[in-house]
């Protein structure tokens, strides 16, 4: 018997020891798991609003080619872009707003595209 009890007790400090390796190396896997979904959502964030800006900047784009369009020829059919982005531009600029309510330094930003895309759909 006290053999027995010797081995048990030999076998309980490793087992002991494995047991809260496996307990720790647990929990920093689990915060690693968390750091990672939140980068993953950042990066995605910020993909979105790079996207609602390229997707504006096309629109700008699209409108001032029309208007050339029109104004070189004269004719009406080159207006259509420029009359789908004087509608679609300031839903653009609200989507931008939205998505940057979390960051005042970007609010800025779209503070000083607003009136940009106001007066470029004036001038146009």
């Known amino acids: 018997m006290s053999f027995l009890r010797t081995s048990i007790r030999r076998l309980i400090h490793p087992i002991t020891i494995a047991f809260t390796l496996l307990i720790v190396v647990g929990i920093a896997l689990s915060s690693l798991v968390g750091a990672q979904r939140t980068d993953h959502e950042l990066v995605q964030h910020t993909m979105e609003v790079k996207e609602a800006l390229t997707s504006t900047q096309l629109t700008v784009y699209e409108a001032e080619t029309g208007m050339r369009g029109f104004l070189i020829t004269g004719r009406d059919d080159y207006l259509q872009p420029y009359l789908n982005a004087r509608d679609i531009l300031p839903l653009h600029v609200g989507n931008i707003e939205k ?26």
């Open 99 to 124: 998505l940057v309510a979390d960051n005042p330094r970007q609010q800025n930003s779209v503070t000083y595209l607003k009136p940009v895309v106001e007066e470029l759909l004036a001038t146009l």
